[in-house]
């Protein structure tokens, strides 16, 4: 009886926080529409503009308290620039959730945010890490690398049948604690991963269970042991991880290569998909990458991974460096050049 009288109440008591944050996110939502309207009435008013916020400010906090001061009115009047149709908000995101995705400029990505974080149920901390780790861009990267259209990496939600959907480029484990120089080994890596395994699966994406680490597979005469091993739901397959700290090579790609394929043959159900292989390794040569069977194939891939979150200028930059390598090897390619 106590037990479900505690369960009772709890569950009130979150929807009532979840009704308020509904009520919060759609005063605001008011709020700045107000705002924007007022100054798009007539020049007087917009002359006026410089003044309002301020004084709106002031006002609204002698009255209603800190909220509303001039700089979250601010945030209000962009939140409605930003999302000008109230009927599109999202009911399971807070206020602070919406004034995360203010940070975002793109608008495709900002609502690509929107998607993922209400239905994957991301808290703020959360939604404020992906936004901070360019989750985003990094998908994007990945499917630049399988030379998708434009319309494509306007809306992933296309390609969600396909494995390099759920592979970034570089992944971010910085949530390890693990310093950032010096010489890893494999397996300190692998038992962090293991201690931060809830951090881990929503950094590979939506989908992921784990199954096991250093899972056998036998041939006649010999064992293998693979690092780590999930099932993706959503793909309905499973997805090896092969970890690496050191540079990738073209040993660990046919190593890579033989698991998927002895793992295809010995464990795969009859309703599975074809199994994936992931190297995630310490830096990888673009050229190992382009002349090995990583490239094109839609069951193997490389990510490097990054112990130490970059700024997100940092990131960017290196984005963009590996985009200009892969449109120089495209361009290369179709001029008939050697890449």
């Not at 010999?222 to 040993?251: A, E, M, R, S």
Request: with cysteine; glycine share 6%.
């Amino acid at each position: 009886m106590l037990g479900t009288l505690r369960e009772l109440i709890a569950d009130a008591r979150q929807q009532v926080l979840r009704a308020v944050d509904v009520a919060q996110v759609q005063t605001y939502w008011h709020i700045g529409r107000h705002i924007v309207e007022f100054e798009q009435g007539g020049s007087q008013r917009a002359a006026y503009g410089q003044r309002l916020l301020p004084q709106l400010g002031q006002a609204l906090s002698a009255e209603f308290g800190r909220g509303f001061d001039a700089t979250n009115l601010r945030h209000m009047r962009a939140f409605y620039q930003a999302f000008p149709i109230r009927d599109a908000l999202r009911r399971e995101l807070s206020w602070t959730h919406y004034r995360l995705l203010l940070r975002v400029d793109s608008t495709e990505a900002r609502q690509w945010y929107v998607h993922e974080a209400a239905s994957q149920n991301w808290s703020t901390r959360a939604l404020e890490r992906q936004i901070g780790s360019l989750y985003y861009e990094r998908l994007l990267l990945s499917q630049d690398r399988a030379a998708v259209s434009e319309e494509a990496h306007a809306n992933l939600k296309a390609l969600e049948d396909s494995p390099r959907a759920f592979v970034r480029d570089p992944v971010m484990l910085e949530f390890l604690g693990l310093p950032g120089a010096g010489r890893l080994l494999e397996a300190t890596l692998e038992a962090a991963l293991m201690d931060k395994l809830q951090q881990f699966l929503m950094e590979l994406g939506k989908g992921f269970a784990f199954v096991a680490r250093q899972q056998r597979i036998s041939t006649e005469t010999q064992d293998f042991y693979i690092d780590l091993v999930f099932y993706n739901y959503l793909l309905k397959c499973f997805v090896l991880i092969d970890l690496q700290t050191g540079p990738l090579t073209h040993q660990d790609v046919g190593q890579m290569d033989m698991y998927v394929r002895m793992y295809d043959e010995l464990r795969r159900g009859e309703g599975d998909n074809p199994t994936v292989g992931i190297l995630l390794c310490g830096s990888k040569d673009q050229s190992v990458a382009r002349y090995s069977v990583l490239h094109g194939s839609e069951q193997l891939f490389a990510s490097k991974y990054r112990l130490i979150l970059p700024s997100e200028e940092e990131l960017r930059l290196e984005l963009q460096r590996d985009r200009e390598a892969i449109e120089e090897h495209k361009r290369l390619n179709s001029e008939g050049g050697t890449p």
